[in-house]
């Protein structure tokens, strides 16, 4: 009984603070990422390169600060642009690209994107779970959005109301 008053209580708490399963990441693992990426500009292989510009893009869309997310969507939306990418490289940027536009409250581009990683991989479980959150997030911020909307219409009869009883 205690197990479900607690996960009932959790389940509030999370409907209000937007508690989501996406790992949040900290500058000390952004920084770390962006010395990677200078060591590797340094003259070794392409691929390791691109590999570490991956990593750093996904910290810079993990972090707390607003203004790494928005690098991160910035160079993978730069890397994008290449045709080199194999369809598996393709999906993991645009995965990142749906959690940078999540975390910076862009909920219908992250739905798309999280779409077409869907479409080249349908059964890809971290996917699935991305648009399940944005999709609860979008349902929330409507709910919020109907339960101020009512309660200004209700202050506004009230009011009225109150106005109408004076005045007789």
């Known amino acids: 009984m205690d197990v479900k008053i607690g996960k009932f209580f959790e389940s ?41 510009i991956m990593r750093l893009s996904w910290a810079l ?25 194999s369809p598996l490289q393709m999906r993991e940027k645009l995965y990142l690209l749906a959690v940078g536009y999540y975390r910076s409250g862009d909920f219908p581009r992250s739905r798309q994107l999280v779409d077409h990683c869907l479409e080249i991989a349908p059964d ?24 101020i909307a009512a309660t200004a219409v209700g202050v506004l009869v009230g009011g009225i109301a109150v106005a109408l009883a004076r005045k007789n």
């Open 124 to 147: 890809w479980r971290q996917a699935l779970t991305l648009k399940k959150t944005i999709e609860e997030k979008i349902t929330k911020d409507g709910v919020i959005g109907i339960g």
């Open 12 to 52: 509030i708490g999370d409907f209000f603070t937007g508690g989501d399963h996406i790992p949040w990441c900290n500058s000390d693992i952004v920084a770390g990422c962006e010395r990677e990426v200078a060591e590797a500009e340094k003259g070794t292989s392409d691929e390791l390169k691109s590999e570490c």
């Open 61 to 85: 869309v993990h972090s707390r600060r607003p203004e790494d997310i928005q690098r991160g969507i910035a160079m993978l939306e730069a890397s994008l642009g290449g045709s080199s990418s």
